[in-house]
Antibody
Framework: QVQLQQWGAGQLKPSETLSLTCGVS????????WSWIRQPPGKGLEWIGE???????NYNPSLKSRATISIDTSKNKFSLKLKSVSAADTAVYFC????????????WGQGTLVTVSS | QSGLTQPPSASGTPGQRVTISCSGNSSNIGRNFVYWYQHLPGTAPKLLIYKNNQRPSGVPDRFFGSKSGTSASLAISGLRSEDEADYHCAAWDDTLGGRGLFGGGTKLTVL
């Protein structure tokens, strides 16, 4: 059974780069979309983007210029970098395995609260 | 950014049937599959329904997904206290080059 365990810095200052990593255990990277999703306080979920195991990527147009998703299959992990963060990027960030482009997320990571504050 | 539209809240008593709606347009729900996720705050969201009306293994048949045109619904029958959670619908949206799109979430309270 695939499990995702995520980690990364939870406190950032404006203009810094958010960096989160998601470790994958119990399954292969092949055939899936490795995704990041976030939930700002009091708001709904927002899809950030994904990388297919083949290397292709898709990003939310609203975040495309700042987000980078990468996969390291040798270390069974994938990562998110979001540059030039602001308070609007404060959210719980989730990693997830997607079975189709932009959806069918199962399983999810446990979530990481990232707070951007000066 | 605009997303799919869900009511912010819903409620019911144990044993009742509750329905949560999810409204979109021809660029998302109208042409793509709908997915539903159950989320208890502080935990990882869980896939509840995939491809409009399919239940993953382990999801009780009390949960029923449907789609018609540009709208979708999640029905929960025989409501139980452990069903109290946030429910999110999702679909791929073909605008702006394509993107994953979620609803704002519906908080279900079991009275």
């Amino acid at each position: 059974q695939v499990q995702l365990q995520q980690w990364g810095a939870g406190q950032l200052k404006p203009s810094e780069t958010l960096s989160l990593t998601c470790g994958v255990s119990g399954g292969s990277f092949s055939g899936y979309y490795w995704s990041w999703i976030r939930q700002p306080p009091g708001k709904g979920l927002e899809w950030i983007g994904e990388m297919h195991h083949s290397g292709s990527t898709n990003y939310n147009p609203s975040l495309k210029s700042r987000a980078t998703i990468s996969i390291d299959t040798s270390k069974n992990k994938f990562s998110l970098k979001l540059k030039s963060v602001s308070a609007a990027d404060t959210a719980v960030y989730f990693c997830a395995r997607g079975k189709v482009m932009g959806n069918w997320f199962d399983p999810w990571g446990q979530g990481t609260l990232v707070t951007v504050s000066s | 950014q605009s997303g799919l539209t869900q009511p912010p809240s819903a409620s019911g008593t144990p044993g009742q049937r509750v329905t949560i709606s999810c409204s979109g347009n021809s660029s998302n729900i109208g042409r793509n599959f709908v997915y539903w996720y159950q989320h208890l705050p502080g935990t990882a969201p869980k896939l509840l329904i995939y491809k409009n009306n399919q239940r993953p293994s382990g999801v009780p048949d009390r949960f029923f997904g449907s789609k018609s045109g540009t709208s979708a619904s999640l029905a929960i029958s025989g409501l139980r206290s452990e069903d109290e959670a946030d429910y999110h619908c999702a679909a791929w949206d073909d605008t702006l080059g394509g993107r994953g799109l979620f609803g704002g979430g519906t908080k279900l309270t079991v009275l």
